[in-house]
């Protein structure tokens, strides 16, 4: 299983799980396609990486990607991935070719398929940021492709690269991920946010998940499963003010609206139940922290943005390094040099 | 109201309406929202750096804003500002990312606020052009940005990039501000850019504006009184051909069918009354000018355009060079060393 | 009418067609509209610089185009086309601006002519990629334009850059064009790319042209007269199975369904008649090729993909090298030097 996720993600995994410097960043992905892909290894390296990003932002950016070539390639609009992801490969020196508007050249217009698309776009960019309303999408377009697909979601499916600026952050705020204690609150059905968090979390120590969810939007049991063979301890509660008391974490999530079709009513009836107020704050410890993956409607009250522990725009943030690591990684680049 | 202004427009005013050298253009601007918080100092400096820029473009640009990262964030769609806006980063050396479609991660399809999306644009972004729907709004994301926020035209508010070129080119096309007679001619009611242009006007010495619009589309009473306040001299006119042949500036605009609505016969009885055409120049002086702000329709007649005194075109090439200088000003670049 | 041809493309020429070395790669192109207005030195001049740009490629890219500025103002979508300008663009060194929604400042939503809007661009862009649904647009562009304009698709009329990306891939892939059978398929009523491939053929030696094509999509009679005046052989065949035995090159086309309007029947009934499969790639020549100018849909068997003879993938790569070529053309370019 080592040497298909070597392959799949393309880390060069050698004895005990440290990768061969492939690259001047001792660090080297191929396609970025699910959060499952990643071991302990390779998200200590990744990180690493962002951390050094922050440095190079803090400098106004580098050169190392210049004359490299990025697809931003959205079949479906999500203009804030799009930006981190175009704003990343601008403060590296790259350039980016963008549309939201990928239906237009696919098999919904004009009967092309997605393989077709790949193959075209191979001769035109050094690496594909890739947004599909189709689950699998982004597996099928790595198969072809022979330059670094990077998932930027892919229908209920995965969000790898958000999945990764969480933990980033989770690391970074509180100094370590094993044995955190965390809640994950709101739409647990639908989020694919929390799906790769969780599956992300399982492979991290001694974790302690709280599940807090209206009634129609429940935690699905393929990801309940999965957390009990890997030995994460996870419950579901009822009352968010009792567990925010316990947690390290605090990860709040959006009601999708858009996800409940015509169930308007199943819709009013979930949103609303769990909002993170500064009554729910005062019940906090002093070192927790709140998270959110953006945007929000009112699941989180405004006067929690300026209390010190309100962490999420400086998730959103952290998306600009991970993003500005992936694809020095994908792309084989030099930091140092530039 | 010194201080407020500069703290607003973030110049840095001192003894006399000067300015400390705090960058190495010797001017600095925090955000561009409004056009009556540019005093006329400080339009002296802005025309300073625009005939700067001018020769910067003749040379082909510079580099002195590379590794800086503009952001259009176009809640509506006005393809012409945002491609000088982008024109005008790219030619110092910019990058930039770019929708048309903000709505999309906006209040309107989730509910997020534009107060979020500034805030996480901060992360991403070096300084944003906002264009939004609603007036008022550049400054609400003034209050909250960390970067330089430019308005590109919010609502029926202001649109002051526009206002500074139309200054600017009158300047350059007539030698001196001072002492014209202007006429403002065509759809005066909804025109933000002729209620933007009378506010700056009025920060100048014996001006004469005369008002030349179709009964549906008057002058409104709020900027006739602020012209009344400041002094400036101002009447409403019925003859195009007579006040043709006193003024020094022609200011002519389009009837905006748009803002009418469902009320076709109001419109359909405004354009067409007042056109420029051949009739109208010849009785125009020699040394005055016609300026259009664009797109026009039919209240040009194209047989003017190879007047010498048709200015609209060079007049739309000259918000380049604004716009190099304001972004320039933002973002505290060093003209001279790139 | 060689004087005519060396205004409306900008080429020097002198005695015996050969080109002035007016730019330090000894080519200049002023605009680019129509495939016929090049004659076939220019297009061995345009070839040997897409092979030059083929090694710049290969070395990731130059910087002889830094501080240009490329407008793309596309009328309608067409992202694959667009995108391969804009990485041809950036892979010079260029910057780019760019709409696909250009009709929304254009005459369609306010009433303004193009004539216009590419006057404005004038002052924004150093050269302009020019996409519309009315045939001629280019050359109206062209007419008033002080920056060079590309033809990138007007109307039913021309797509020039097209055309000239199918003949580079016959000759690299036969080494010559001269004498060479083709086959041209599918939709030849309404396809534009088989329309211009045409025109251009005619300017080479010996061609035989063997055309096959459903009823109701066959070729028109302009074209079929243009070939007669110009001494090429066609003939209309009906079995693809005995064309492809022997052509050396077989061009395939996909049956544009929204060219059909309602007349869905009509659209049934012409699609899958003519498909390319193994058992037609096993009638076919050794050394012969399949292109298409894509996107397909199932007119070519994906189980055709893996033949060597398919070039169709190779195809859309040479489109990135002549674009390469013809934007520095356009722009006098020194490739040498960057």
């Not at 050094?52 to 390639?73: F, P, W």
């Not at 301890?233 to 605090?250: I, K, Q």
Request: proline content about 3%.
């Amino acid at each position: 299983m080592r040497a298909d996720l070597a392959t799949r993600v393309g880390a060069v995994a050698v004895d005990g799980g440290s990768f061969t410097p492939a690259t001047p960043m001792g660090f080297r992905l191929h396609h970025v396609i699910e959060a499952q892909d990643f071991n302990r290894g390779m998200l200590d390296q990744l990180f690493r990486i962002a951390r050094e990003m922050e440095s190079v932002h803090e400098q106004g950016g580098n050169r190392c990607l210049t004359g490299k070539i990025m697809a931003s390639l959205f079949y479906e609009e999500s203009t804030r991935t799009r930006f981190s992801f175009e704003s990343a490969m601008h403060k590296l020196g790259g350039s980016v070719i963008s549309t939201e508007n990928a239906k237009q050249f696919s098999s919904v217009s004009k009967g092309e398929t997605l393989e077709d698309t790949i193959r075209i776009l191979n001769g035109y960019a050094d690496i594909i940021v890739l947004r599909h309303y189709e689950s699998g999408s982004a597996k099928r377009a790595a198969d072809i492709s022979t330059v670094p697909i990077v998932n930027a979601g892919d229908g209920t499916g995965q969000h790898p690269t958000q999945a990764f600026l969480d933990l980033y952050t989770i690391e970074k705020e509180l100094g370590h991920i094993d044995g955190i204690t965390i809640a994950v609150v709101g739409d647990l059905a639908n989020g694919r946010t929390v799906r790769s968090l969780c599956y992300l979390l399982s492979k991290y120590r001694s974790i302690r998940i709280r599940m807090v969810a209206p009634d129609v939007v429940k935690m699905r049991d393929d990801i309940k499963g999965y957390l009990a063979r890997h030995d994460v301890v996870f419950s579901e509660e009822t009352s968010l003010e009792d567990v925010a008391a316990e947690v390290d974490v605090l990860y709040q999530t959006r009601i999708q609206k858009e996800r409940f079709g015509d169930r308007e009513e199943d819709y009013e009836q979930a949103r609303g139940v769990y909002v993170v107020t500064p009554e729910v704050m005062a019940r906090m410890q002093r070192g927790a922290i709140v998270m959110h993956p953006l945007p929000r409607v009112d699941e989180i009250d405004v006067a929690v943005d300026d209390d010190p522990r309100a962490a999420y725009f400086r998730q959103a943030q952290n998306g600009l390094y991970i993003r500005m690591a992936l694809l020095a990684a994908c792309l084989g680049a030099d930091i140092a040099r530039a």
